[in-house]
């Protein structure tokens, strides 16, 4: 018999655990490397939501007249450390680009193919497995002010729209009786059927990671340093102590991948887009299901270790603490959206959003390394995680899928 090939996927994140389930699923030799436990990475600490209708970038139509206001407007959920500003301008100049009307419609129309079947390819990752605990089928709702607030976001709707979302729509007192935590100052609910939600992200990614180590996986902790090719193609990954022969790498290292990339020759406009989460004390009341609160720009997820309040966006770099004001304004919306309920604050989390300059992931193969890039899935890693993974299983199993990945390539930023 044939030896398996043997393929390394480096990052034990959302991304990383699926591709790894599914090539062993697919019969291959798989080694699970991270330089921290699974699930500890950008997986850990998300809002949960499977949000198969977020098709739309931050980038938004208008987006450059409106963004100095937004900064400076301290109750603005955008922030940025100033002194980072330098560092930042190369890849924001490029982000910016891309925020206006018809490059937001082909980001959106890239987007939907990975997140609209979502809660399908979660269950198709876990059935039969102990993280399927963590995933229930839920309602994903948006709360706005009023219905001048929500027409006022008609564009991106549109968008959702196009990818074959339609909400629900709750008005006037009717909110409160659905989600009677809500403050009465929101007056309408946008609600999405057959979405999602992941209890505890970090639990389930280590689950996930169980179930590939069940499946065969050789999982090892440490940082990767190199990638080495020989005529162009893969043939080791080189870690502390131990270089590790292979016949192909799976960069499943979310915001972290562009030194990893660079090696292979690919120079990725990557950037993180920190994001907060603040976690409360359980009640005996919860939300329903996870709301998107447009004011304050944050979701509200309950889980069964409290509920997480998660969002916020700011630009500041991979290496700088977690700032004050970002977690102020947080928490000053969270108590403001839901004043009936005692809040006791437990937890304050720090992310990084993996960001390419045009909001949309790299899967695929980088060149005819054998090398394959998966991350950069911004605000949608964990609704679109699974399938990627299993675009990637499928690609190196049998040299394509039927479905367009030329949104995805990896080539695409050249060297
Ligand atoms: C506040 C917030 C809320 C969010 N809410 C949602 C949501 O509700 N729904 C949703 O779909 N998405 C959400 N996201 C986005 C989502 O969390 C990310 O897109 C997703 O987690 C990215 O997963 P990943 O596997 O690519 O990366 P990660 O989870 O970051 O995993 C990458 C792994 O690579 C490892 N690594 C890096 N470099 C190396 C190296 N050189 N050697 C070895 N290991 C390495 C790291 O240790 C890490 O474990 C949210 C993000 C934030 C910040």
């Not at 609209?116 to 269950?123: A, L, R």
């Amino acid at each position: 018999m044939p030896a398996k090939e043997h393929i390394i996927v480096v990052g034990a994140g959302i991304v990383g655990v699926s591709a790894a389930i599914w090539l062993l699923r697919a019969g291959k030799k798989v080694t699970l490397l991270d330089r921290s436990e699974p699930g500890e990475g950008t997986s850990y600490g998300n809002a949960g939501v499977l949000a198969s209708c977020s098709v739309a970038p931050v980038t938004a139509p208008g987006m450059i007249a409106k963004a100095p206001k937004m900064l400076l407007d301290p109750e603005f959920p955008l922030f940025l450390r100033w002194s980072y500003l330098p560092k930042l301008a190369p890849w924001l100049l490029k982000y910016l680009s891309h925020a206006n009307a018809p490059e937001t419609r082909r980001i959106a129309q890239g987007l939907a193919p990975l997140t609209s079947d979502s809660v399908e390819q979660h269950e198709s990752l876990t059935n039969g497995t102990d993280a399927s605990r963590w995933l229930t089928r839920s309602d994903y709702s948006f709360a706005y002010r009023d219905r001048a607030a929500f027409e006022a976001d008609a564009f991106t709707w549109g968008l959702r729209r196009d990818a074959g979302f339609e909400p629900d729509i709750i008005e006037g007192p009717a909110v409160q009786e659905f989600e009677p935590l809500l403050s009465t100052e929101m007056k309408l609910l946008a609600v999405m059927r057959q979405h999602g939600v992941i209890d505890a992200p970090g639990s389930y990614v280590k689950a996930l990671a169980q179930e590939a180590e069940a499946l065969g996986a050789r999982l090892v902790q440490s940082e990767v340093r190199d990638i080495l090719l020989k005529d162009d193609r893969v043939e080791a990954v080189v870690i502390d102590g131990e270089t590790i022969p292979c016949d192909g790498v799976v960069i499943a290292t979310g915001v972290w991948s562009k030194p990893l990339a660079a090696k292979l020759g690919i120079n990725v406009p990557l950037e993180t887009e920190r994001g907060y989460h603040i976690e409360f004390e359980p009640e005996d009341d919860a939300l329903r299901a996870p709301i998107m609160v447009t004011t304050g720009k944050f979701v509200a997820t309950p889980m069964s270790g409290g509920l997480r309040c998660a969002g916020v966006v700011e630009f500041g770099g991979l290496k700088a603490p977690a700032s004050d004001k970002p977690i102020a304004l947080l928490e000053r919306t969270v108590r403001a959206t839901f004043p009936n309920l005692k809040l006791k604050k437990r937890d304050t989390w720090l992310g990084h959003r993996p960001a390419p300059s045009d909001s949309l992931p790299l899967i695929g193969e980088i060149g005819a390394s054998g090398v394959f890039a998966a991350f950069g899935h911004h605000h949608i890693g964990l609704t679109g995680g699974p399938k990627t993974g299993r675009i990637i299983a499928d690609l190196i199993s049998h040299g394509g899928v039927n479905m367009d990945l030329a949104p995805y390539d990896p080539n695409r930023f050249g060297g």
